[in-house]
């Protein structure tokens, strides 16, 4: 049974950077998909960011339109971590975020993994307790 450790959310100012950090444990980040939900008060949860390996260990990433330029997502296949780098943040940013995760699925058709996004089979296998980034104007 894998699990998923999110840190590094808090209060800060409009503006600035934090970087979030989801810790895997029993199952190994170099190989799952995974991917960065956040839900702001009142609304769904979204994907916003995720991460794939190929067969061959090219990484990909993927990220909404709403966070696209300013979010990067990354890993540490030898911390076994996700990280999620969060720039420019605005009180639109406000929600609790989640990393979540799925072991590769393989496509003979493609010859490789499908990849992003997280949850092809309906939700994810592995999600976090989530970390809550509350940004202030």
């Known amino acids: 049974q894998g699990h998923l450790v999110e840190s590094g959310g808090g209060l800060v100012q409009s503006g600035t950077t934090l970087r979030l950090s989801c810790a895997a444990s029993?199952?190994?980040?170099?190989?799952?998909?995974v991917g960065w939900f956040r839900q702001a008060p009142g609304k769904e949860r979204e994907e916003i960011a995720c991460?794939?390996?190929?067969?061959?260990?090219?990484?990909?990433?993927s990220y909404a339109d709403s966070v696209k330029g300013r979010f990067t997502i990354s890993k540490d296949n030898a911390k076994n971590t996700v990280y999620l780098q969060m720039i420019d943040l605005t009180p639109e940013d406000t929600a609790v975020y989640y990393c979540?995760?799925?072991?590769?699925?393989?496509?003979?058709?493609?010859?490789?993994?499908?990849?992003?996004?997280?949850?092809?089979?309906?939700?994810?296998?592995?999600w976090g307790q989530g970390t809550l980034v509350n940004v202030s104007s």
């Open positions: 991460i794939s390996t190929s067969v061959s260990g090219e990484d990909t990433t």
């Open positions: 029993g199952f190994g980040v170099d190989a799952w998909t």
């Open positions: 979540a995760a799925d072991p590769p699925i393989y496509s003979h058709s493609a010859g490789d993994y499908l990849g992003c996004p997280v949850g092809r089979k309906g939700y994810a296998q592995v």
